[in-house]
């Protein structure tokens, strides 16, 4: 696990951006699995200002929307494949049939999941997945209690998740209660993951995933199982690490290494 503390939330956006660059300069058809919510969207206006400076080509990616909120079809404006319509894909020159998501209205649930589980391994597996982390913990939508090796199904969510969400919702009774997403076991087969955090208010959190014992309380910390992880967060998400200088001081030394 690499922890990498920038000045602020568009530092650890560019510093994101320029590893997706580098891989996409390294791997032609490379895979990526996409968040959403409102930490990447920096990250993924840095994307765009790479393709419109002709420095990047969505071409030939390949993504995977990482969850979606179960009863939404595409078309409603707070489904995820909104979202990601919105934020990303039309500003690029990505292909439409190397965009997949999960349908937030599956005629056949598990099937639906495995049918996804299978995609993924179509393509050779996802190359760089970015994942966000909740307030409880959670990536993707596998709130805390979520097995470690939980694969793509129905999840329930939590109050403090539905409730963080109604914002974006006309009424409350609007806010979905129950979503798709991957799960845990199949993030930690991407072949890196990048978790992005900023603000005072995930400092807590970020600390327990990175710092404290694995644990299906702390759904991102299984992330310390994985043996390429990127943390990218700021100072004020940093605030709460034990280790801060050391994190630091790896970083400034990542220089120094041969090769």
Not at 72 to 92: G, I, K, Q, T, W
Not at 107 to 129: F, L, M, P, T
Not at 167 to 184: H, K, N, Q, S, Y
């Amino acid at each position: 696990m690499e922890v990498i503390i920038k000045k602020d939330y568009d530092g650890v956006c560019g510093e994101a951006a320029a590893i997706i660059r580098h891989a996409w300069e390294k791997k032609k058809g490379l895979v990526l699995g996409l968040a959403t919510g409102r930490t990447p969207l920096g990250l993924y206006d840095k994307l765009i200002a790479l393709y419109r400076a002709s420095e990047m080509d969505f071409s030939d990616i390949i993504t995977f929307n990482l969850d979606e909120y179960f009863g939404l079809d595409d078309s409603h404006p707070r489904s995820f494949a909104s979202y990601m319509e919105a934020n990303l894909f039309r500003h690029v020159n990505i292909k439409r049939e190397n965009i997949h998501r999960l349908s937030g209205r599956p005629e056949n649930v598990e099937e639906h999941c495995r049918a996804y589980e299978r995609k993924i391994r179509s393509v050779g597996g996802i190359d760089i997945q970015i994942v966000g982390i909740g307030k409880n913990g959670h990536i993707g939508f596998n709130e805390p209690s979520s097995s470690l090796t939980s694969r793509t199904r129905l999840k329930s969510l939590t109050r403090e998740t539905v409730e963080a969400n109604a914002p974006d919702f006309p009424r409350p009774e609007d806010v979905p209660r129950f979503c798709l997403t991957m799960g845990i076991g199949t993030i930690l087969e991407a072949r890196t993951i990048l978790l992005l955090a900023s603000g005072k208010e995930k400092a807590g959190i970020v600390a327990r995933a990175i710092e404290g014992p694995v644990s299906a309380s702390v759904p991102a910390s299984a992330l310390q199982l994985h043996p390429q992880v990127k943390i990218i967060i700021d100072d004020e998400a940093a605030s709460g690490l034990a280790l801060l200088d050391y994190y630091r001081w790896t970083y400034e030394n990542k220089s120094r290494l041969p090769g």
